[in-house]
């Protein structure tokens, strides 16, 4: 699957971007599930300033932050050294990040996220992966019917086989009384294409996962390119 075309020309003022390809009118016709991360920031931050619209002013968040853990993480003072964003907009996004923090913890079962295909982890992380300036390693628990429990981020630097501790990735899983998982890290320059460290990492922790008898269900790249599933490919897994 590809990555989706911009919506907008990173050249264009807002008000050169069509109407119909604003995040606001966006919502209102797709819906907001169908929205990328950067759309539905740019919808709470509002308005951009002389120097970036609303959109780029997104952008910086996600990149400066490599992500939305990241931005729930980052303090009102972190927040308001991003261009575009002050004390008023920084306090928005705070209460919109702890309000879906809330949400996730709230969550009955039956409302859970359940993954099935690459398709459905590129909507879960995608397009936010595809942006991250570092590689990351993130772990995906998933239940007996495939719900997603919790997503993990376990390496953040270069992800390759001397530094990724399968115990430590199997520990996540234990201890979350996961019984599947799928591994996603993001590659910066863009090719999607697994290395031999890759497919050698993704051998190891689907050996570690039958014996203590965890699914691995995929290993699967991020890049702007789009996502590449390892267990689609038969790379690193029998």
Same mark, same amino acid.
């Given at each position: 699957? =590809?990555?989706?075309?911009?919506?907008?020309?990173?050249? +264009?003022?807002?008000?050169?971007?069509? &109407? =119909?390809?604003?995040? #606001?009118?966006?919502?209102?016709?797709?819906?907001?599930?169908?929205?990328?991360? +950067?759309?539905?920031?740019?919808?709470?931050?509002?308005?951009?300033?002389?120097?970036?619209?609303? @959109?780029?002013?997104?952008?910086?968040?996600?990149?400066?932050?490599?992500?939305?853990?990241?931005?729930? &993480? =980052?303090?009102?003072?972190?927040?308001?050294?991003?261009?575009? %964003?002050?004390?008023?907009? =920084?306090?928005?996004?705070?209460?919109?990040?702890?309000?879906?923090?809330?949400?996730?913890?709230?969550? @009955?079962?039956?409302? #859970?996220?359940?993954?099935?295909?690459?398709?459905?982890?590129? #909507?879960?992380?995608?397009?936010?992966?595809?942006?991250?300036?570092?590689?990351?390693?993130?772990?995906?628990?998933?239940?007996?019917?495939?719900?997603?429990? #919790?997503?993990?981020?376990?390496?953040?630097?270069?992800?390759?086989?001397?530094?990724?501790?399968?115990?430590?990735?199997?520990?996540?899983?234990?201890?979350?009384?996961?019984?599947?998982?799928?591994?996603?890290?993001?590659?910066?320059?863009?090719?999607?294409?697994?290395?031999?460290?890759?497919?050698?990492?993704?051998?190891?922790?689907?050996?570690?996962?039958?014996?203590?008898?965890?699914?691995? +269900?995929?290993?699967?790249? %991020?890049?702007?390119?789009?996502? /590449?599933?390892? &267990?689609?490919?038969?790379?690193? /897994?029998?």
């Amino acid at each position: 699957m =590809a990555l989706p075309a911009p919506l907008w020309d990173s050249r +264009l003022t807002l008000a050169e971007v069509p &109407k =119909a390809d604003r995040p #606001r009118e966006r919502l209102k016709t797709i819906g907001a599930p169908n929205l990328t991360t +950067l759309e539905l920031l740019a919808i709470i931050v509002s308005s951009g300033t002389s120097r970036a619209h609303v @959109l780029h002013v997104a952008e910086d968040l996600v990149r400066t932050f490599q992500g939305l853990p990241g931005i729930y &993480k =980052a303090n009102l003072a972190e927040l308001q050294d991003i261009v575009g %964003i002050g004390e008023v907009r =920084a306090i928005q996004l705070k209460a919109a990040m702890e309000l879906g923090q809330r949400l996730t913890q709230s969550l @009955l079962p039956e409302d #859970r996220t359940t993954v099935t295909s690459p398709d459905d982890v590129w #909507r879960l992380v995608g397009p936010e992966m595809a942006l991250l300036e570092q590689e990351e390693l993130r772990l995906v628990l998933l239940n007996t019917r495939n719900e997603v429990l #919790r997503m993990q981020l376990l390496y953040r630097g270069s992800v390759n086989t001397a530094q990724v501790r399968v115990a430590e990735i199997m520990r996540a899983a234990i201890r979350e009384n996961a019984t599947a998982i799928v591994l996603v890290h993001n590659h910066p320059s863009g090719d999607n294409s697994p290395s031999e460290q890759d497919i050698g990492m993704t051998r190891q922790v689907f050996e570690a996962g039958r014996m203590l008898d965890i699914q691995v +269900l995929d290993h699967i790249i %991020i890049a702007q390119r789009g996502p /590449f599933s390892m &267990k689609e490919r038969g790379l690193g /897994f029998p």
